[in-house]
């Protein structure tokens, strides 16, 4: 079978998907590259012109090559020609499950969770629900009607996309002013509600390696502004990235439970990030992703290297198990 990274996407995160592409590459030197533009066509791609493409978070990537067509008709010729995708994707169609259905559809090889663990993950508020019943915790969820009220009992709220990823459009509301102002978002996007919880963030790979499920070593995160958002995670040379986290060795472990529980309850696949908030006496799981950040900058792969494992063994793995999806 023929590995062939897909990349891009039509969504917010075409950019971090880039470079998650540039690794991929480095890893699978004879990958064929498929990039899936804005305007939803999929392309072949140069290799040379991926490699040499500098500033991916900040930058767009030119067109380089022959229109293979819709994201339907990629897929299609996939089948027909018996190749994996290697998924360097991130949000959109890629994790709500619609690019996964697709795939399961046709039979086709590709990394990442399945179609239902992918639009569990992707919707926070549901994911939330799955994982609490499970007996992890995590921060109340607040609604949008009772904002004023939650704003004066807790004095903080955090505000974040229902289906989003990369910290995209998280905001903090602080004052009435600020809620008012937020309200206008709101209409445009779903959003979630939550107290702000003062702590350190952390985050926990999880892993399918050699027949096993395990949990990568926690990083913890310390942005140089006290926010983890988009541009901290990429562009910020300020952000401190601890790994493996300097909490001790019984908050890791939690950590790495909670993490391994989460990922077995969406019921995901190959691989997986939960993100926390770490506080003096308790741990709070705030979110998955079912196709975590695989750039040089990115959290997943600095865990995969404290553990010991080398990023190209880890994607060789992924592509066996893609492999093995339809054996049954």
């Given at each position: 079978?023929?590995?062939?990274?897909?990349f891009g996407g039509?969504?917010?995160?075409?950019?971090?998907?880039?470079?998650?592409?540039?690794?991929?590459?480095?890893?699978?030197?004879?990958?064929?590259?498929?990039?899936?533009?804005?305007?939803?066509?999929?392309?072949?791609?140069?290799?040379?012109?991926?490699?040499?493409?500098?500033?991916?978070?900040?930058?767009?990537?030119?067109?380089?090559?022959?229109?293979?067509?819709?994201?339907?008709?990629?897929?299609?010729?996939?089948?027909?020609?018996?190749?994996?995708?290697?998924?360097?994707?991130?949000?959109?169609?890629?994790?709500?499950?619609?690019?996964?259905?697709?795939?399961?559809?046709?039979?086709?090889?590709?990394?990442?969770?399945?179609?239902?663990?992918?639009?569990?993950?992707?919707d926070k508020v549901?994911?939330?629900?799955?994982?609490?019943?499970?007996?992890?915790?995590?921060?109340?969820?607040?609604?949008?009607?009772?904002?004023?009220?939650?704003?004066?009992?807790?004095?903080?709220?955090?505000?974040?996309?229902?289906?989003?990823?990369?910290?995209?459009?998280?905001?903090?509301?602080?004052?009435?002013?600020?809620?008012?102002?937020?309200?206008?978002?709101?209409?445009?996007?779903?959003?979630?509600?939550?107290?702000?919880?003062?702590?350190?963030?952390?985050?926990?790979?999880?892993?399918?390696?050699?027949?096993?499920?395990?949990?990568?070593?926690?990083?913890?995160?310390?942005?140089?502004?006290?926010?983890?958002?988009?541009?901290?995670?990429?562009?910020?040379?300020?952000?401190?990235?601890?790994?493996?986290?300097?909490?001790?060795?019984?908050?890791?472990?939690?950590?790495?439970?909670?993490?391994?529980?989460?990922?077995?309850?969406?019921?995901?696949?190959?691989?997986?990030?939960?993100?926390?908030?770490?506080?003096?006496?308790?741990?709070?799981?705030?979110?998955?992703?079912?196709?975590?950040?695989?750039?040089?900058?990115?959290?997943?792969?600095?865990?995969?290297?404290?553990?010991?494992?080398?990023?190209?063994?880890?994607?060789?793995?992924?592509?066996?198990?893609?492999?093995?999806?339809?054996?049954?």
């Amino acid at each position: 079978m023929r590995n062939t990274i897909l990349f891009g996407g039509v969504n917010r995160e075409h950019l971090v998907s880039v470079a998650s592409a540039q690794a991929l590459a480095e890893a699978l030197p004879d990958a064929d590259l498929w990039f899936w533009n804005l305007d939803g066509l999929v392309h072949f791609f140069n290799r040379g012109v991926l490699m040499s493409h500098e500033r991916p978070f900040e930058v767009e990537l030119p067109i380089s090559g022959e229109s293979i067509g819709t994201i339907e008709a990629a897929i299609d010729r996939a089948r027909l020609e018996e190749r994996v995708l290697v998924l360097g994707l991130h949000g959109g169609m890629a994790e709500n499950g619609q690019l996964a259905a697709l795939c399961e559809d046709r039979r086709v090889s590709f990394t990442g969770s399945g179609s239902a663990a992918s639009r569990l993950a992707f919707d926070k508020v549901a994911t939330k629900e799955a994982v609490a019943k499970a007996g992890i915790l995590t921060p109340p969820t607040l609604s949008v009607e009772s904002a004023t009220h939650d704003l004066v009992t807790y004095g903080k709220l955090v505000a974040k996309p229902i289906a989003d990823g990369s910290s995209y459009g998280l905001l903090f509301v602080k004052s009435l002013e600020e809620l008012k102002e937020f309200g206008e978002a709101v209409h445009n996007e779903a959003y979630l509600f939550e107290p702000f919880i003062a702590g350190i963030e952390a985050t926990c790979g999880v892993l399918e390696h050699n027949g096993k499920l395990i949990a990568l070593l926690p990083a913890e995160i310390r942005p140089a502004d006290g926010v983890f958002d988009y541009a901290a995670k990429y562009l910020s040379p300020g952000t401190n990235e601890i790994c493996p986290a300097s909490f001790g060795e019984k908050v890791n472990s939690t950590l790495q439970a909670m993490a391994l529980k989460a990922h077995s309850t969406i019921g995901a696949r190959g691989y997986s990030r939960s993100d926390f908030i770490v506080t003096a006496d308790q741990l709070f799981f705030l979110e998955i992703n079912s196709l975590p950040g695989l750039t040089k900058a990115s959290l997943f792969p600095k865990e995969l290297a404290a553990q010991g494992i080398a990023f190209a063994e880890f994607i060789q793995g992924q592509i066996e198990l893609a492999v093995a999806r339809f054996d049954n």
